[in-house]
């Protein structure tokens, strides 16, 4: 982040706040995996019941058969009893599994899940984005380190000098000594230059030899230091979206809560002014409503601050509604002004 200083280390509340963060977002996955194992067991049940229902009436249509007081039945419908009496256990049985489950997923979605959503501040949001600075400069780092082994082992290379092949030259030479033209001696100097080429590149590798190795071994380990780097950058990476969108659903609590509470003074002060113009209206008729305006709404947000706070009686999902101050309520408003203007007249009776 421009303006920061990389190098300083995340602050240890934040990281704390963070570290919860992870353990929240785990247990909401095993949460959400829990609940889809819940909902897959619940096909098994309904089949099961099902089944078990079937049987049941089956077996109950069998013994309705049979005759109770003929002891030729007798051992049959002990048996048939018996059976039936299992199935209904089973029955009862698969019946308080699915409740338990019920409960389960319940306390599930109901509970544990939305607890798992908690809110990080700008202060986590500036140590998630300064950790990921710290680690793509790891990994710069790592790779610069890297390049300057590989350039080293290029080095150690460029020292080595190449092999040339003068095999062509000295079948030549042979061939005119064959010739005549040339004698025994000129290939003798040809096979020492070969030799003292040979005994140069061998040296410069005895060399460079060590260096090359080192070089590559220190990038083998520092391979292996990039990977994990570089996955612990990623692993930062893919927590982003977690950050902002919990940093977001922070900022929504707050402007939640104050949204709320200016709506239900503004509902207060609404009503208030509803119901002095009813009595204003016994002094100017005109009164102070200027019907030209659009009656005033205020729609809630699917937040948990908003839970039962829509008007069950108008369509829209509204925390206050102009059409709610109609009527009775309106006329209460009004006795009410009324209320404390005649309290005003006691006391300067009094």
Same mark, same amino acid.
């Given at each position: 982040?421009?303006?920061?200083?990389?190098?300083?280390?995340?602050?240890?509340?934040?990281?704390?706040?963070?570290?919860?963060?992870?353990?929240?977002?785990?247990?909401?996955?095993?949460?959400?995996?829990?609940?889809?194992?819940?909902?897959?067991?619940?096909?098994?049940?309904?089949?099961?019941?099902?089944?078990?229902?079937?049987?049941?009436?089956?077996?109950?249509?069998?013994?309705?058969?049979?005759?109770?007081?003929?002891?030729?039945?007798?051992?049959?419908?002990?048996?048939?009893?018996?059976?039936?009496?299992?199935?209904?256990?089973?029955?009862?049985?698969?019946?308080?599994?699915?409740?338990?489950?019920?409960?389960?997923?319940?306390?599930?979605?109901?509970?544990?899940?939305?607890?798992?959503?908690?809110?990080?501040?700008?202060?986590?949001?500036?140590?998630?984005?300064?950790?990921?600075?710290?680690?793509?400069?790891?990994?710069?780092?790592?790779?610069?380190?890297?390049?300057?082994?590989?350039?080293?082992?290029?080095?150690?290379?460029?020292?080595?000098?190449?092999?040339?092949?003068?095999?062509?030259?000295?079948?030549?030479?042979?061939?005119?000594?064959?010739?005549?033209?040339?004698?025994?001696?000129?290939?003798?100097? *040809?096979?020492?230059?070969?030799?003292?080429?040979? #005994?140069?590149? +061998? /040296?410069? =590798?005895?060399?460079? $030899?060590? @260096?090359?190795?080192?070089? *590559?071994?220190?990038?083998?380990?520092?391979?292996? #230091?990039?990977? +994990? /780097?570089? =996955?612990?950058?990623? $692993?930062? @990476?893919?927590?982003?979206?977690?950050?902002?969108?919990?940093?977001?659903?922070?900022?929504?609590?707050? /402007?939640?809560?104050?949204?709320?509470?200016?709506?239900?003074?503004?509902?207060?002060?609404?009503?208030?002014?509803?119901?002095?113009?009813?009595?204003?209206?016994?002094?100017?008729?005109?009164?102070?409503?200027?019907?030209?305006?659009?009656?005033?709404?205020?729609?809630?947000?699917?937040?948990?601050?908003?839970?039962?706070?829509?008007?069950?009686?108008?369509?829209?999902?509204?925390?206050?509604?102009?059409?709610?101050?109609?009527?009775?309520?309106?006329?209460?408003?009004?006795?009410?002004?009324?209320?404390?203007?005649?309290?005003?007249?006691?006391?300067?009776?009094?």
């Amino acid at each position: 982040m421009k303006g920061q200083n990389t190098k300083q280390q995340p602050d240890n509340a934040s990281s704390v706040a963070l570290s919860r963060m992870d353990a929240l977002v785990k247990r909401r996955d095993e949460i959400n995996e829990r609940v889809a194992d819940i909902e897959n067991e619940y096909g098994v049940i309904f089949s099961k019941r099902h089944q078990l229902q079937t049987a049941v009436f089956n077996l109950q249509d069998r013994l309705r058969g049979m005759p109770e007081n003929e002891k030729h039945y007798a051992e049959a419908r002990r048996e048939l009893s018996a059976e039936l009496e299992q199935l209904r256990l089973d029955f009862t049985l698969n019946e308080e599994h699915h409740k338990k489950l019920e409960e389960e997923i319940k306390q599930l979605q109901t509970i544990e899940l939305p607890a798992c959503m908690v809110a990080v501040c700008a202060e986590d949001v500036h140590e998630h984005f300064q950790r990921i600075t710290l680690a793509k400069t790891e990994v710069d780092s790592i790779r610069t380190a890297i390049d300057a082994q590989h350039h080293v082992v290029a080095e150690a290379k460029a020292t080595i000098p190449g092999v040339v092949d003068r095999q062509h030259e000295r079948h030549n030479i042979m061939a005119d000594i064959a010739l005549g033209k040339e004698t025994e001696d000129a290939l003798k100097n *040809l096979d020492a230059e070969i030799y003292k080429d040979q #005994k140069a590149i +061998a /040296a410069a =590798e005895k060399n460079a $030899t060590p @260096k090359i190795e080192n070089a *590559l071994n220190t990038v083998s380990g520092l391979a292996r #230091k990039l990977a +994990a /780097a570089q =996955e612990f950058l990623n $692993t930062l @990476k893919s927590k982003s979206a977690e950050i902002a969108r919990r940093y977001y659903v922070g900022e929504i609590e707050k /402007a939640a809560v104050q949204y709320v509470n200016h709506a239900l003074q503004l509902k207060v002060l609404y009503t208030r002014l509803a119901g002095l113009d009813i009595v204003i209206k016994k002094y100017d008729a005109a009164g102070i409503v200027n019907n030209l305006s659009a009656p005033i709404s205020i729609p809630t947000f699917r937040t948990p601050q908003f839970e039962g706070l829509a008007d069950p009686h108008i369509r829209a999902q509204s925390l206050f509604h102009a059409d709610q101050i109609l009527g009775e309520k309106l006329y209460k408003a009004a006795e009410v002004e009324e209320s404390k203007f005649d309290a005003i007249l006691k006391g300067y009776a009094c």
